[in-house]
């Protein structure tokens, strides 16, 4: 099955202005907040039959443990154990012992901690800690202990043999539990907190969703001044200035991909000169989103080379167009099977090569999980927060994109949202009208944009007056 492109029309218009109130510090969570996550992180635990859940975390692998007590690990490792009855254990190295204060719950005395010095960095001071083994069995676990582990990811019974006994956090920890409780009685428990179908980061509370959009305004607002003042014949480091990085901590590397590393998946900048008529991808990720754009160094058509003059008509134009269809489909209770294939039939693999899931969950980790996938029988549901992160190549067009994050909000979750912050939802609505009004999208009601460039797709780099909008079998271009 192919589509019909045929119907172009070209269309100016403003891009949205809503820009980061001035003063407006990053969210922070509750005390409040936190002990109900851990409330019901110790219900999913009881319900697992769980006496224990040890949640590790370290600088990559940060999220799980930063969503249950708003502490990352700076250079170290750290350890949270929960257990049945008493305030939760957190055990940090040297120098992430006084970082601990970042915790709204350890400021408030609601998280213990201990100084493990195994979890230092090498030739630092390590002869002030009780043994792992004692900590273990000083919280209780015992040979009729059962024990979950969290770290990063979970697998499958195609993977393993027995998946929930494959473990990823070090060997070291999984040990020593394991010669406490017993093998059988170590589990793999990542899907508590990662589920697409129960996990706890996969349903948004109303103070997430006010945290994901300040992340995906700076991220989006950094991509609009980037457009805005793209320029060839400079270094990438000189360009990508124009992000005006914040200092806010990123969830991947600020990415750039253009004239002197096209051969480099997943690229950052390298020092090399931008050119004009190379195709080019960069992307802006803080904790709680990413946005990418795709595109052209070029001015228009003219720039580019022979074999992609069309570009636009044969590539960006049907891909626009796929993701509004898509859009049109992100509604409660569509299963992720239904949204793959409208990408699987809008953009076929053999023209667009879109490899991986088209549309995730995304978290303070880039790539939580997702529900979207062949034969999903998972289904959208409120409080996902989703990234539209569709991903095609081709040897002679480059790619295009317009990825960046979404809640999807049932009339609850929203009514919530505008009575506990009226200004995030009336920037949300704004976000929505635009979408609808000016780039035609049937876009479900359910649906709220967090970016402040909100499908916005440029096509040509070097104009940024210019963006491609498709509706329905129109193509539209935006005026800035």
């Known amino acids: 099955m192919r589509m019909d492109y045929s119907r172009i029309r070209l269309k100016e218009t403003e891009w949205p202005e809503i820009g980061i109130p001035a003063g407006l510090p990053v969210p922070e969570p509750t005390v409040a907040e936190l002990g109900e996550r851990l409330i019901r992180c110790r219900r999913l635990m009881a319900a697992s039959g769980l006496t224990h859940l040890v949640v590790y975390g370290d600088k990559e692998h940060f999220a799980n443990l930063m969503y249950l007590t708003h502490f990352d690990p700076r250079f170290e490792e750290a350890l949270l154990i929960i257990n049945e009855g008493d305030s939760p254990l957190i055990l940090v190295g040297n120098e992430c012992e006084g970082h601990l204060n970042a915790s709204p719950l350890h400021r408030q005395g609601k998280l213990r901690h201990e100084r493990f010095q195994s979890f230092s960095l090498m030739g630092q001071p390590r002869d002030k800690s009780r043994p792992l083994k004692v900590i273990f069995q000083g919280e209780g676990m015992s ?15 195609i993977e393993f043999d027995h998946p929930e006994q494959v473990i990823e956090i070090p060997s070291f920890i999984v040990d020593i539990l394991r010669s406490i409780c017993g093998y059988a009685n170590v589990l793999n428990s990542n ?53 005006r990085y914040t200092g806010y901590p990123l969830s991947c590397h600020i990415g750039m991909k253009s004239s002197g590393n096209q051969h480099i998946s997943l690229s950052s900048a390298m020092g090399t000169l931008i050119k004009r008529g190379e ?46 269809i898509w859009y049109e489909k992100l509604r409660l209770g569509t299963t992720g099977q239904v949204l793959q294939e409208i990408i699987d039939v809008c953009l076929p693999f053999s023209d667009f090569g879109v490899y991986l899931n088209p549309g995730h969950l995304i978290h303070y980790d880039e790539w939580m ?18 990234q539209v992160d569709i991903i095609p190549r081709s040897p002679r067009y480059g790619s295009c994109r317009m990825e960046e994050g979404v809640i999807i909000a049932d009339r609850m979750l929203q009514k919530s949202l505008k009575e506990q912050y009226p200004e995030v939802y009336a920037r949300c609505m704004r976000r929505r009208d635009f979408m609808i009004t000016e780039l035609g999208f049937d876009l479900p009601e359910e649906v709220l944009p967090l970016s402040n460039m909100p499908a916005i797709v ?13 509706a329905f079998s129109n193509l539209f271009v935006v005026r800035s």
């Open 143 to 157: 040979k009729d202990s059962k024990v979950g582990c969290v770290g990063w990811k979970y697998f499958t019974g």
């Open 191 to 243: 899907d508590l907190l990662m589920s697409p179908r129960y996990g706890l980061r996969s349903r948004c509370s109303v103070q997430e969703i006010v945290f994901f959009e300040y992340s995906n305004m700076m991220g989006s607002e950094g991509m609009k001044n980037l457009l805005k003042n793209f320029r060839a014949d400079v270094p990438d480091f000189e360009l990508l200035q124009e992000y």
């Open 279 to 324: 195709p080019c991808s960069t992307s802006i990720a803080y904790w709680g989103s990413n946005i990418c754009r795709a595109g052209w160094v070029a001015e228009n058509e003219e720039d580019l080379p022979q074999q992609a003059k069309a570009y636009v008509q044969d590539f960006a134009a049907p891909y626009f167009q796929a993701c509004a």
């Open 369 to 386: 999980h997702s529900p979207v996938y062949r034969n999903s029988t998972d289904e959208i549901c409120s409080g996902m927060y989703m």
């Open 458 to 470: 440029p096509p040509f780099f070097l104009n940024h007056f210019f963006a491609i909008l498709v």
